[in-house]
Each structure stands twice: as structure tokens, then as C-alpha cells.
């Protein structure tokens, strides 16, 4: 005698796009789970973030070596969720103060990194918005610096990567993203070099 249990047959796509919903429900519901818990200050991002943060305080040039990575056994963790726990760690106050507002909750670091850009991004366009009394002739008369590039300014390169920072926030871009078409172009940089 088998013991086989009996699935019901899905015969309409209604009761399967239902069935998907449920699952997905639960899905999304485990995982705002364990994003709280992660958050937590006991949590994995929030110690993985803190121990990046000390990783790079004892750098002289603030960049964690690989070598130092695998000494720490994080070396295997993705270089992305060490990358947004290393934020998280940074802005953990603006972080836990953006969840605390949020209606819906957030799964991941990178939503919640999504959602704080989006946030930020519109109270700039609504702060930068003209008042209804400025006419389209004085907007018109100012000079555009639209890449230009101003070479008197100096900064570090820590100074550097907060502007290029802000910059990802205010167009948009992931920043992860960039870093990895950063490393590619020096990747490609060196090939070039030596051939």
C-alpha cells in the first residue's frame, strides 16, 4: 500500500495565481523576519556592519584588505551584504528611524537603501522647487556649470567617495553598482597595461 498524499489539481489559472499569492505572502513575511532580526543591534547585519567598521577604523588607508578579510572569516560573505551592513552600521540611526516610519516594513538592506534614496531624493526636488513667483526669464539667465569640472577643489580620497556618494543618491544610481563597474575598469586597466 502506498502512502502517497493526494495534491488538488489546479485547474484554473485564478487558483493558481492564488496559491502563488499565498506563498508568496509567507515568503515575504518570513523574510521581514529575519530582516528585523538582523537589524537588530544584537542582529548579523548590524554586527557584521559593526565589524566592518572597525576593519576599516584600524586600515591606515581605510580600505579592509582581503588578506584582513580572511583573517576575520567574512571573506566568503558576499562583498555586497558586507557593503550595506557596512552602511547600515554607518546610518544606523537614519536607518532605524526611516523603519520605524515605513508602513509596510522592508526584507532586505538593499530595499531599505532603495527606499531611503527615493525619500531623500524627493525631499530635494521638492526643497530645489522654484517658488510660483519666479518667472522662466531669471531661471534662464543663470549659467549652467553642467559638466564642468571644478579642479581647484581638493579632498582626500574619503572626501571623494562621499561626494561620488551623494551623487549615486541624488541620480539614482546603486552604489554597489558603481563599485562594480569601477573594479571592472581597473580590472580592464591593468589587462590593457600589461598586454
Keep these: 500500500m502506498q502512502n502517497s498524499v493526494q495534491l ?12 502563488l499569492r499565498k506563498i508568496w505572502n509567507a515568503k515575504q513575511t518570513k523574510e521581514k523576519g529575519q530582516f ?18 572597525n576593519l576599516r577604523l584600524e586600515s591606515e588607508s581605510r580600505q579592509i584588505s582581503s588578506q584582513r578579510l580572511k583573517d576575520c572569516s567574512i571573506n566568503t560573505i558576499d ?23 515605513s508602513k509596510k516594513g522592508f526584507t532586505s538592506l538593499t530595499a531599505l537603501q532603495a527606499a531611503m534614496r527615493k525619500a531623500n531624493k524627493s525631499d530635494d526636488t521638492t526643497s ?10 531669471e531661471k534662464a539667465e543663470k549659467a549652467s556649470n553642467v559638466g564642468q569640472l571644478d579642479t581647484t577643489v581638493t579632498m582626500d580620497k574619503y ?27 581597473a580590472e580592464a586597466n591593468v589587462q590593457q597595461k600589461a598586454a
Design 79 to 101: 562583498r555586497r551584504r558586507r557593503s550595506e551592513a557596512m552602511w547600515f552600521a554607518d546610518n544606523e540611526d537614519e536607518c532605524r528611524a526611516f523603519i520605524k516610519t
Design 36 to 53: 528585523k532580526a538582523d537589524t537588530k543591534s544584537d542582529g548579523f547585519d548590524t554586527r557584521l556592519g559593526k565589524l566592518m567598521q
Design 159 to 185: 572626501q571623494l567617495a562621499k561626494a561620488i556618494q551623494q551623487i549615486c543618491i541624488t541620480n539614482d544610481i546603486d552604489d554597489a553598482e558603481l563599485i562594480e563597474i569601477l573594479m571592472l575598469n
Design 128 to 137: 530645489d522647487t522654484p517658488s510660483v513667483d519666479v518667472e522662466p526669464i
Design 8 to 19: 488538488p489539481q489546479i485547474n484554473t489559472l485564478e487558483d493558481e495565481g492564488s496559491s
